[in-house]
T-cell receptor
Framework: AQSVAQPEDQVNVAEGNPLTVKCTYSVSGNPYLFWYVQYPNRGLQFLLKYITGDNLVKGSYGFEAEFNKSQTSFHLKKPSALVSDSALYFCAVREEQAGTALIFGKGTTLSVSS | DTAVSQTPKYLVTQMGNDKSIKCEQNLGHDTMYWYKQDSKKFLKIMFSYNNKELIINETVPNRFSPKSPDKAHLNLHINSLELGDSAVYFC?????????????FGEGSRLTVL
């Protein structure tokens, strides 16, 4: 069965500093990996995805993520955090097999201080 | 122009009542989903429909019944509401296919059962 873990409930960074939000996954076969962001009282918004190809994926708002197959990780990164990046971030995974659902991690709250 | 719209946005009701949440998408997607987000922000897939056909039905009480009158609509009807049904319910849609596209989420419907 597929699963995804986000080991940190909260990540605190100062504005201008680099940020990392961690994610590890477990699937049978090749994974499809996603990051979403949720602002208060809003739906989730897509940031980026890894399907195949280059391990470094670039997405919206300057975010990027690196797929590491040996460590089964897909950490979200940004070189310079903004206060407006403060939100709840979800990592998600889906198995290669068709008809399977996107499974979400428990979420990590990112707080960027000015 | 809202891509995935849900109504109502807020719903407060008594235990034992029956209620429905409606979802419509104007993206031309074939696949639609219902997710439940609990008070700890944990997201769990409930159902998925592809072109009006049920393809994913997770371990959800049979008090929950999805209905898809056409591929642009996926409604959720809940019978005999219980306190534990209180949550935010998110509708989402995506393009079908073996290689998954991103999910587009609605703004959520917050259900409070008293």
């Amino acid at each position: 069965a597929q699963s995804v873990a986000q080991p940190e409930d909260q990540v605190n960074v100062a504005e201008g500093n680099p940020l990392t939000v961690k994610c590890t996954y477990s699937v049978s076969g090749n994974p499809y990996l996603f990051w979403y962001v949720q602002y208060p009282n809003r739906g989730l918004q897509f940031l980026l995805k890894y399907i195949t190809g280059d391990n470094l994926v670039k997405g919206s708002y300057g975010f990027e993520a690196e797929f590491n197959k040996s460590q089964t990780s897909f950490h979200l990164k940004k070189p310079s955090a903004l206060v407006s990046d403060s939100a709840l971030y979800f990592c998600a995974v889906r198995e290669e097999q068709a008809g399977t659902a996107l499974i979400f991690g428990k979420g990590t709250t990112l707080s960027v201080s000015s | 122009d809202t891509a995935v719209s849900q109504t109502p946005k807020y719903l407060v009701t008594q235990m034992g009542n029956d209620k429905s949440i409606k979802c419509e998408q104007n993206l031309g997607h074939d696949t639609m989903y219902w997710y439940k987000q609990d008070s700890k922000k944990f997201l769990k897939i409930m159902f998925s429909y592809n072109n009006k056909e049920l393809i994913i039905n997770e371990t959800v009480p049979n008090r929950f019944s999805p209905k898809s009158p056409d591929k642009a609509h996926l409604n959720l009807h809940i019978n005999s509401l219980e306190l534990g049904d209180s949550a935010v319910y998110f509708c989402a849609s995506s393009l079908p296919g073996t290689v998954p596209g991103e999910l587009f989420f609605g703004e959520g419907s917050r259900l409070t059962v008293l």
